[in-house]
């Protein structure tokens, strides 16, 4: 009977690898056509794969936990055989009950050292070989399964390699990064040695917020806190300073700075399969009222596991709050693609100065880091004195509570 054999497909977003999470089914087991087999995790979510052939599991080439790369062998499948089919005319087709079917094209001699050729490197050794002319080819990686590192092109280079920041005691605890933690890892790598970023604070007094949102819970059912109306602000300052809801474009003949028409909200959240970013889309035309909701509903997607690679794609600008952990703020790196982003921190009662008296008020910190090539300082400044403004102005009822 024929091998079909499943190699691992791009779950979408250009995604280059997968951590297979359990597997559905064991050799020996049938299966039908698009029967789910397999459970992966991605840097966007976990997903199941479907099986496009039925017939018998044979053999399962990874094992939970392992780290395949777009395109490997996952699985083999036992499938029916083909009744054989006899010649016929041209023109006239082929015997009734017979399959059309078509041989696979054996890979070339070249195809096949091509592929036996192919350097593993991570996106920011390949950079650092091309801007120093090194053939990756050339080297003989030292990391896992061969790869190049950083310090293979270093000592290519002729430089030093960087010493690892901790020792190796193999007496510790060695976890595995995977999955999601660790594809995020790499996309902050990516954006603070990318993104020249710059970071400015202010202090707000959060007394006339914490009244909206007292009144907002009165008016509905939906989990109103200071983080919505943050949020809200956010959004009020992209639409008066449109260039904070943008991207860098690199281009052939220089560089572009795409000024997103919609914002499409990204917003950071702690869950079991660590940090994570979903969106809320077309955020700009939603209400307090309605962001909220919306917010509460991406979040539990995102914390129950349930999050598509569409809900954890695509922002434009992204807020988080690190208040929730007892911190007074931080300094936020921008995600990859964007071009700002916003930390709230704590609200803590504080001595602060109204009409000249010295009064104890809830004083929250702002944070904003933004990518210095598409936003200046003075840009910088007015956007998160925009939020500040917001969120302390006497009149923010009317400014936030608009069916």
Do not use: C
């Not at 790369?69 to 036992?78: D, T």
């Not at 990318?194 to 007094?205: I, L």
């Not at 004083?363 to 403004?389: C, N």
């Amino acid at each position: 009977m024929p091998i079909e054999i499943f190699h691992l497909p791009d779950a979408g977003e250009g995604l280059t690898e997968a951590e297979i999470v359990r597997w559905l089914v064991e050799p020996g087991d049938s299966v039908s056509v698009n029967q789910m087999v397999v459970e992966i995790e991605t840097a966007k979510a976990t997903v199941e794969l479907p099986i496009p052939w039925a017939g018998v599991v044979s053999e399962i080439h990874e094992e939970i936990g392992a780290i395949v790369p777009v395109g490997a062998q996952v699985i083999s499948i036992e499938t029916p055989a083909q009744p054989q089919r006899e010649p016929v005319l041209v023109g006239y087709g082929v015997k009734e009950g017979d399959s059309l079917t078509r041989r696979t094209r054996k890979a070339s001699n070249t195809e096949s050292t091509a592929n036996s050729n192919r350097v593993t490197a991570k996106p920011l050794v390949r950079k650092l070989a091309k801007d120093q002319g090194i053939d990756l080819s050339t080297l003989v990686g030292t990391g896992l399964n061969g790869e190049v590192t950083r310090e293979d092109v270093q000592a290519a280079i002729g430089g030093e390699a960087v010493p690892p920041s901790v020792s190796h005691d193999h007496a510790g605890e060695r976890i595995p990064v995977r999955g999601v933690q660790r594809l995020m890892a790499e996309a902050m790598v990516a954006s603070a040695f990318t993104a020249p970023h710059v970071t400015e604070w202010v202090e707000v007094d959060m007394s006339r917020t914490l009244e909206v949102v007292e009144r907002m819970r009165t008016r509905s059912s939906e989990r109103i806190t200071p983080f919505v109306l943050v949020s809200a602000a956010l959004i009020r300052a992209a639409q008066k300073y449109p260039r904070i809801n943008s991207s860098w474009i690199d281009t052939k003949d220089g560089a572009d700075v795409l000024i997103h028409p919609n914002i499409h909200l990204g917003f950071a959240a702690d869950t079991p399969k660590g940090l994570l970013v979903p969106v809320v889309r077309n955020a700009n035309a939603d209400n307090p009222m309605a962001l909220s909701a919306s917010i509460t509903t991406q979040m539990d997607k995102a914390r129950d596991g349930s999050a598509s690679p569409a809900d954890l794609t695509g922002g434009t600008i992204t807020v988080t709050n690190v208040g929730v952990f007892g911190v007074d703020g931080g300094t936020p790196i921008i995600t990859p693609g964007q071009a700002a982003i916003l930390a709230m921190g704590r609200i803590i009662n504080k001595p602060w100065v109204v009409d000249d008296s010295i009064v104890i008020r809830p004083i929250m910190q702002l944070t904003f880091s933004f990518d210095h090539r598409i936003i200046d300082g003075a840009l910088g400044s007015r956007a998160l004195a925009s939020v500040a403004s917001y969120l302390s102005d006497p009149a923010l009822d009317e400014l936030l509570l608009k069916d």
